[in-house]
C-alpha cells in the first residue's frame, strides 16, 4: 500500500493522517477551468537533439565517428537565438516559433531506460514508482475535480491518483458520447424523454451516494465515490463538442493526423473549461536502425504536429493560457551504431512556450561529444567550472514555481528536490 | 528441413538449421488484545518491519544481486518504530500470545529500564532496519554478489536472522586497517568495496556504524536483553464479512468463464458448503473459457496481443527459416477448401502471435506444473500455425480447428515462452542493450523484481564515458550486475529472437544468475539452463501468486510503506503489506504442494478474503479500518469483463447490431474510452472512472435498455431474460382502472432485474425495490401526461421497438413485432433497465 491509496480513505473515512498533502476530494466539481492550461508534449522513444535545437553537425565528410552524417557543422541554422539542424521540417517550424520558444538544452536525463527517462522527464523524478506527471499535478491543484480534467491520449501519464487521467480513442466517437441520450450524435430521436432521463440520472445519483454510505468496504465506497463524481461530469462532454472543430484534422501523413486531431480535441476541452492538462504524444523516435531516415521523417512529423498544435490553440483564442513541454525519454548517441541507428544517451533537451515564458532563447548546452555542460543557476550561462547540472528536477522544481503550484501540498508531498532556477521560465 | 516426432510425448521436431479459508465472519474480540488496537498496530507494524522480509526482503533480495533500495525518506526511526509503542506498561497482558521465530523489539521503558537500549535492540532498529538490510544484504547474502566475502548475510525469513547477523557483523568488525574497522572503511570505499560508496563518513549511516563498534567494545548492559519474543495476536481478517459462498460463486463465474452459475452449482453449494465450492471451482477451471481469461490476464503481462491482427506475426518469424511463413498467400479457393482459405491468414497469424499465451493456457490445461510455462522443450502449433513453421506432416483432428494443439520441437533449445519468437519480439533486443532489457522483463514478470527499483543513483552521461562502464562505473554497475548475467543467457537469441551460437561478450558479466555461473557446456542452451534455476524458485512461484492476485481482483499487491507517513498510517500500511504477504505465502505453499497446480493457486485465492471480503464489521476502529483500506475488490470491470458480463446477464453483448461487431472492445468504438488497452501503445488499463468511462456507460445503458425491452416482451414470459413477471402493457392503470396487483408484479421484476443483474438478493420490501419502482411510477406518470397532451408518441423511437430478433438483427414475424407503447410502461421498464445497468455493482466487481 501507498501513500496514495491513503488519499483515498483519508478523504473517505476522514481519518486524520498526518501526511503533508491534501486528501483528494471525491466529489467532482463542474465548473469550468479558465486556465492557465497545460500540454505535455511526449515524443516517446528518445528523440535526438542533434538532431533539431541542439545541432552538431559533420565537420567534414572525412569526419571521423561524426555525431552526424546528414548535415554539416557549416549549414546549421538560425531562427532568431534559436539554432537548429538544417533538416526535415526544423526551418519552417523554428523560423514560425523561435519567438515563443524555449529551449533547453544540455539535460542530464540520468538514464537510458525508456520507463525511467519518461517518468523523469515527464514528472522530475524517475526513482519513485508511479510519481505523477507535471500535468497530472498540476490537474489536480487546480480542477482535479473536473471529470476530465486530465486528457491524456498515451505517453507517461502517471497520476499517483491524485486524478483520473481520462483517455481518448476515436475523436469522432467523442461526438457520440456528448449525447449519450440520442440514438446517434446527428439524430434527434432520443432513447428516453427528457423527463425520464433527467430522472434516470437523479435516481443513478442517488443510488451512489446511498452505496458510498453503506458499511461495506472501504473500497467500494471510495470507488462509488469516484463513480460518483465522472457521473456529475458527464455533461460536460457535451460543453467540449460544441468547441470541436466541424471537420477534423483529415491529413495525408495518419501520424500527424492522429497527432493533430489530439490537439483538437485538447484545446476544445481547455476552450471548453472542461480539462486543464492534457499529455499529447507522437511515437517512433526509438531509431536504433535507419537513424537518419527514419529519425528526420519522425521529427518532422512532430514538428507539423506542433505546428498544427499552436495554430489550434491560436484559432481558439488560448495563446496566453496555455503552456506547451515537449520532451522525450532521453537524448541519443553521438554516434552511430553497426546499424546506422544511434542508441540511448542520457543527455537531452526540451522546449517550453506559454504566458510569461519568455522564447527566443536557449538554456544550456553540451558539448561536442553531446555531454552536458554545467550553467550558472542565476545566469543560466554556460560555465566551466561550478556551477549545475541541469536536470528534469531543476526544470520541474522551475516549471511548479511558474505554475504557482510549488507550495501546493500535492507538489509537496510529490517533491522533486530540484533547485527553482528563476530566470528559466521568466 | 526436417523434423521427427518424439514417440513417447508425440512431439514434432523440425530441423531449421542454426537458427486460509473463512465461511463466517468473526467479530473482532478486544479482549484478546489487551492494548488499543492503535497500540497492537503500532507494535504489530514494529513487528513488520522486522519482517519485511516475509516479501520484501526474500522475493527481492534474498537471492538477487540488488544493491539498494530507497528507504523512506525523513527520519526513518521514527516511522518503523514510533515514540509511542516505546511506552508500553511493561504488564502481563503484554506478553502476547506465540508465533514461533520473529523478533519484537523491546523498547527501554518496557524491560530494560530508564530507557536503556540493548545492543541487540540498537543493531535491529539503527542499523539493519535503517539500512543494512537494503544497502548491504543486497549483495551481502548467500547468493548475492558478495556471496564470497566475509560478510554474508542472513535474511529475514532464516531464523534467528537478526542475533546471527548481530554476530556476523561483530566478528567482521574485527578486522581492521591501521586499527580502523573495515565496518567503516568498505562501505565508503576508503577501502576498495565492489559495491562502491554506500555512504560517506559524515552520514547517518557512519555514525550508527560507529556507535555499533563502540556497543561491541563495551556492551551495554541493560537488565536483560532483549528476548526474542511473539508478537500480539491478532487476527486480522476477524473484522471482515465475507461473502456467502453462492455470492462468491457468482463473482467466480463471472470473472473466470464470464458466465452466471448454473442452478445445480449453486444448490450444490448451498447444500454442501466449501468443498462442493471447491469442486465446482474444479469444473469451471476446466471449462475452455476461462483459458481465454487465463490468456487474456497473462496478456496483460506479456502483451504479445500486439501482434494479432493481420500478418503482423507471421511477418516476424524469419522467412529464410519458415519460408511457409504466410502459405496462406498462396491458397487459392477455387483449388482449396474455401472455408479453410477464408479462416487461414486470421487463424494462422492469431495462432503464431498466441504461442506464448496458448502455452500457458496448454499447461494449464494438461495440468502440469506452471513452472513448465518456462521449461517446455517444446512449442504448441494448431492446423494453421503448423504450416508456417513447416510442420505440414503433424496431424490434426480437425484441420479447420485453430483450437487444436500439438506439441512439437524445432532442432533448436527451447525454453518455453523465452524462446518464443513472439515473446523475444515483444521485447527485443539491440546490439548494445545486449538483452539487458530482456533480462529485465524476466526478472520483473517472472520472479516479482524490479531490478529498476534497486537502482538509487542517478546515471551521470559524462561519468559513462570511462571504460566498460557497465562493469566499472558503480552507477551503472548497481543494475548490471544483476542484469548482465542474465542477459547473458539469452545469448543463443537474436535481436529478433533467432536462435545463433555466438560468441559472449567478454566485457560484459559472466552469464549466469545469482552468482551461478552458467557452464561453458551450456552455452549453446543458455535460456533452457536459465530456466532449470529458478523454476522451482519460491520467487516464481509467488510471482504466480500476485500475477494472478491482480488479474483476478484488479489489485495491486501492496507495497512497502514508503514516504513521510504519520506513525498510524505507517504502521496500518506495514500491517496490511505483512498479513498480505502471509495469505500471498500460504497460498503459494499450497500451490507448491500441489505440483505447482495453477487452479490450485486459483482456487485458495478465490477462497480468501482478499476475492470474497464483503465489508468490514461495525465499529471497527479507524486504525483497523485504515490498515484495510485495500482489503477486497472493487475493480472497475475492464471491457472485455463488461462485455462478458453482457453476454452473462443480457444473454448478448453491446454490439452493432448489422455486424456484430463489439463496441466496447472495438478499437474503434470504445475500447480506448473505457480504458482498455491495445498490447501496444496504450499498455495499461485505466482502473478508475472518468467523465468520459462515466458516458460510455451511459450511452451502453441506454442503447442496452433501447434494443432489449421492447424485444424481450416479444417472447413467452417463460423465455424472457429481463421481465417475466410482467407484460409490455401492464400498468398501474389501464383504461382508468387500477390495476391492484400489478406493484406486487412490478416489484417482483425489479427484485428480479437485482439479482440477475446486480447479484443482489433483496426483499421485496428493501428500500431499493420500492426506490427502482418509484422511478418506474414517475416516468410511468410522466408518461401519461406527455402522451395524454400529444408531447410523447405512443409510439416506440424506431431504434427500440421490438422488430428484430437480438442478437441476429434479424427481423421479427410481424405478428410478434412491438412496436407501439399505449401505456408507457416499456418506456417505463427501459427507464428502470437503463438504472440498473448504469448501476455502481454492474460497472464493478
Known amino acids: 500500500m501507498d501513500r496514495r491509496h491513503f488519499l483515498k480513505l483519508s478523504a473517505l473515512t476522514g481519518v486524520g493522517l498526518s501526511l503533508p498533502m491534501l486528501p483528494r476530494p471525491l466529489m467532482a466539481s463542474t465548473e469550468p477551468f479558465a486556465g492557465p492550461y497545460v500540454i505535455m508534449v511526449n515524443a516517446t522513444g528518445g528523440w535526438d537533439p542533434t538532431s533539431f535545437c541542439d545541432p552538431k553537425g559533420m565537420q567534414s565528410e572525412t569526419e571521423i565517428n561524426p555525431v552526424n552524417t546528414n548535415y554539416f557543422s557549416g549549414d546549421i541554422a538560425m531562427a532568431g537565438n534559436i539554432p537548429y539542424a538544417p533538416i526535415g521540417y526544423n526551418e519552417t517550424f523554428f523560423n514560425k516559433y523561435h519567438q515563443r520558444l524555449l529551449i533547453m538544452n544540455g539535460i542530464d536525463v540520468g538514464t537510458s531506460n525508456h520507463d525511467t527517462g519518461r517518468q523523469t522527464v515527464f514528472s522530475g523524478r524517475g526513482d519513485r514508482t508511479a510519481f505523477p506527471s507535471l500535468a497530472a499535478l498540476y490537474s489536480a491543484t487546480q480542477a482535479g475535480t473536473l471529470p476530465m480534467s486530465y486528457l491524456s491520449f498515451g505517453g507517461y501519464d502517471a497520476s499517483a491518483e491524485l486524478v483520473s487521467p481520462a483517455r481518448v480513442g476515436d475523436v469522432g466517437d467523442l461526438r457520440l458520447l456528448a449525447k449519450p441520450n440520442h440514438t446517434s450524435a446527428t439524430s434527434s430521436d432520443t432513447y428516453h424523454s427528457d423527463y425520464a432521463y433527467g430522472r434516470i440520472r437523479q435516481a443513478v445519483l442517488a443510488r451512489l451516494q446511498r452505496v458510498q454510505s453503506r458499511q461495506g468496504l472501504s473500497q467500494h465506497r471510495t470507488q462509488s465515490a469516484f463513480l460518483h463524481g465522472a457521473r456529475l461530469g458527464e455533461g460536460i462532454l457535451q460543453e467540449l463538442n460544441t468547441h470541436l472543430p466541424e471537420d477534423l484534422a483529415d491529413l495525408d501523413d495518419n501520424s500527424v493526423q492522429q497527432f493533430a486531431r489530439q490537439a483538437q480535441v485538447i484545446v476544445a476541452a481547455f476552450k471548453s473549461g472542461a480539462a486543464v492538462s492534457a499529455n499529447a504524444v507522437m511515437g517512433g523516435f526509438d531509431t536504433h536502425g535507419n537513424h537518419n531516415n527514419s529519425h528526420t521523417l519522425q521529427l518532422s512529423r512532430l514538428f507539423q504536429g506542433l505546428d498544427y498544435l499552436y495554430e489550434e490553440i491560436d484559432r481558439q483564442g488560448l495563446s496566453d493560457l496555455v503552456y506547451v513541454v515537449v520532451g522525450s525519454d532521453f537524448g541519443r548517441t553521438p554516434y552511430y551504431n553497426p546499424n546506422n541507428g544511434k542508441d540511448h544517451w542520457g543527455t537531452s533537451s526540451m522546449m517550453a512556450s506559454g504566458p510569461g515564458i519568455t522564447g527566443n532563447r536557449v538554456v544550456g548546452a553540451s558539448d561536442a561529444g553531446f555531454n552536458h555542460l554545467n550553467i550558472d543557476p542565476t545566469t543560466l550561462g554556460v560555465v566551466s567550472t561550478g556551477g549545475l547540472v541541469l536536470e528534469p528536477k531543476h526544470i520541474h522544481a522551475s516549471l511548479r514555481a511558474k505554475l504557482g503550484i510549488a507550495t501546493h501540498a500535492h507538489s509537496q508531498a510529490f517533491e522533486v528536490f530540484g533547485q527553482v532556477l528563476p530566470g528559466l521560465f521568466a | ?845
Open chain 2, 1 to 845: 528441413m526436417t523434423f521427427s516426432q518424439k514417440k513417447k510425448t508425440g512431439i514434432l521436431s523440425i530441423g531449421v538449421g542454426l537458427a486460509t479459508t473463512r465461511t463466517k465472519s468473526v467479530r473482532f474480540n478486544p479482549r484478546r488484545v489487551p492494548k488499543s488496537v492503535n497500540q497492537v498496530l503500532q507494535d504489530l507494524a514494529a513487528e513488520a518491519s522486522m519482517r519485511v522480509s516475509v516479501t520484501f526482503l526474500v522475493a527481492l533480495f534474498l537471492v538477487s544481486c540488488a544493491t539498494y533500495v530507497e528507504a523512506p525518506p525523513g527520519d526513518q526511526q521514527d516511522q518503523l518504530f514510533p515514540s509511542s509503542i516505546h511506552k508500553g506498561n511493561g504488564s502481563p497482558e503484554d506478553i502476547f500470545q506465540t508465533e514461533v521465530g520473529v523478533y519484537v523489539p523491546t523498547f527501554g521503558d518496557d524491560l530494560g529500564g530508564n530507557g536503556c537500549v540493548s545492543d541487540l535492540d540498537y543493531f535491529a532498529q539503527d542499523v539493519w532496519q535503517a539500512f543494512m538490510s537494503t544497502q548491504c544484504f543486497a549483495c551481502h547474502n548467500a547468493s548475492g554478489l558478495a556471496s564470497g566475502t566475509d560478510l554474508v548475510l542472513k535474511g529475514a525469513s532464516e531464523s534467528d536472522y537478526l542475533q546471527d547477523n548481530f554476530n556476523i557483523v561483530k566478528n567482521i568488525s574485527t578486522q581492521t586497517v591501521d586499527d580502523v574497522s573495515i565496518l567503516l572503511l568498505k562501505p565508503t570505499n576508503q577501502l576498495n568495496h565492489g559495491g562502491g560508496e554506500r555512504f560517506g563518513v559524515a552520514s547517518s549511516e557512519y555514525g550508527a556504524l560507529q556507535e555499533l563498534l563502540g556497543r561491541f567494545a563495551q556492551p551495554t548492559d541493560c537488565i536483560s536483553d532483549p528476548p526474542i519474543v511473539d508478537p500480539p495476536f491478532l487476527d486480522y481478517f476477524a473484522v471482515l464479512e465475507q461473502s456467502e459462498l453462492t455470492a462468491a460463486l457468482r463473482k467466480a463465474t463471472l470473472n473466470l468463464v464470464g458466465r452466471l452459475p448454473e442452478a445445480q452449482e449453486v444448490a450444490s453449494v448451498e447444500n454442501a458448503g466449501e468443498d462442493a465450492f471447491r469442486a465446482v471451482l474444479e469444473n469451471i477451471l476446466s471449462e475452455e473459457a476461462f483459458f481465454d481469461r487465463l490468456k487474456e490476464l497473462y496478456n496483460d503481462i506479456f502483451l504479445t496481443d500486439r501482434y494479432i491482427s493481420g500478418n503482423q506475426a507471421a511477418n516476424l518469424l524469419n522467412a529464410e527459416l519458415f519460408p511457409n511463413r504466410m502459405f496462406y498467400n498462396d491458397l487459392d479457393p477455387t483449388v482449396d477448401d474455401p472455408a479453410w482459405v477464408e479462416a487461414a491468414q486470421d487463424y494462422t497469424n492469431k495462432s503464431i502471435a498466441r504461442e506464448p499465451l496458448d502455452l500457458i493456457a496448454h499447461v494449464v490445461r494438461e495440468g502440469r506444473p506452471f513452472h513448465e510455462i518456462l521449461t517446455a522443450d517444446y512449442m504448441l502449433v494448431n492446423p494453421f500455425s503448423a504450416i508456417s513453421y513447416g510442420f505440414d506432416e503433424v496431424s490434426f483432428v480437425d484441420q479447420l480447428d485453430p483450437t487444436e494443439f500439438k506439441e512439437v520441437q524445432l532442432d533448436t533449445p527451447h525454453a518455453g515462452l523465452l524462446s518464443s519468437v513472439m515473446f523475444l519480439r515483444r521485447f527485443p533486443s539491440t546490439n548494445t542493450n545486449r538483452n539487458r532489457h530482456r533480462a529485465y522483463v524476466f526478472y520483473k514478470k517472472f520472479l516479482g523484481i524490479d531490478v529498476l527499483e534497486f537502482d538509487d543513483q542517478d546515471v551521470d552521461p559524462s561519468a559513462i564515458s570511462g571504460f566498460n562502464p557497465t562493469m566499472f562505473n558503480a552507477g551503472c554497475a548497481s543494475c548490471h550486475d544483476i542484469l548482465d548475467p542474465v542477459a547473458g543467457t539469452f545469448q543463443n537469441r537474436s535481436n529478433s529472437g533467432r536462435y545463433r551460437l555466438t560468441d559472449w561478450y567478454v566485457g560484459m558479466q559472466h552469464p549466469g544468475i545469482d552468482g551461478t555461473l552458467l557452464p561453458m557446456e551450456e552455452t549453446h542452451r543458455a535460456l533452457p539452463w536459465l530456466v532449470e534455476q529458478v523454476a522451482t524458485d519460491e520467487r516464481f512461484a509467488l510471482q504466480a501468486v500476485r500475477t494472478l492476485y491482480q488479474g483476478l481482483t484488479g489489485q495491486e499487491p501492496l507495497r512497502v510503506p514508503e514516504g513521510n507517513l504519520s506513525p498510524d498510517a505507517f504502521a496500518a500500511q506495514m500491517l496490511a503489506f505483512n498479513e498480505e504477504a502471509k495469505v500471498f505465502q500460504g497460498i503459494k505453499d499450497s500451490f507448491v504442494a500441489d505440483n505447482y497446480n495453477l487452479k490450485t493457486l486459483i482456487k485458495e485465492l478465490i477462497l480468501s478474503p482478499y476475492f470474497r471480503a464483503l465489508a468490514l464489521e461495525d465499529e471497527v476502529e479507524s486504525e483497523l479500518e485504515l490498515a484495510h483500506a485495500q482489503t477486497g475488490s472493487a475493480r472497475l470491470l475492464t471491457p472485455e469483463m463488461l462485455h462478458r458480463k453482457m453476454e452473462a446477464t443480457l444473454n448478448f453483448p453491446w454490439v452493432h447490431f448489422n455486424n456484430q461487431r463489439s463496441k466496447i472492445l472495438s478499437r474503434g468504438d470504445f475500447l480506448y474510452f473505457y480504458g482498455g488497452i491495445n498490447s501496444n501503445t496504450i499498455t495499461k488499463r485505466m482502473t478508475e472512472p472518468n467523465g468520459i468511462i462515466a458516458s460510455v456507460s451511459t450511452r451502453m445503458a441506454n442503447e442496452m435498455a433501447c434494443s432489449l425491452t421492447a424485444f424481450d416482451f416479444t417472447r413467452d414470459a417463460s423465455e424472457r431474460m429481463l421481465f417475466p413477471y410482467v407484460e409490455h402493457d401492464d400498468a398501474p392503470v389501464v383504461d382508468n382502472i387500477a390495476d391492484p396487483l400489478f406493484s406486487a408484479a412490478a416489484k417482483t421484476n425489479i427484485r428480479y432485474l437485482f439479482k440477475r443483474l446486480l447479484g443482489e438478493d433483496l426483499a421485496l420490501s428493501d428500500p431499493e425495490v420500492e426506490s427502482t419502482y418509484q422511478l418506474f411510477n414517475d416516468v410511468w406518470l410522466d408518461g401519461q401526461q406527455g402522451m395524454a397532451n400529444d408531447t410523447y408518441s405512443e409510439n416506440l423511437t424506431y431504434a427500440c421497438r421490438g422488430r428484430w430478433d437480438r442478437p441476429s438483427n434479424d427481423l421479427l414475424p410481424e405478428e410478434l413485432r412491438i412496436s407501439g407503447d399505449e401505456t408507457y410502461s416499456i418506456r417505463s421498464w427501459m427507464a428502470v433497465l437503463t438504472y440498473l445497468l448504469s448501476d455502481y455493482f454492474y460497472l464493478y466487481e
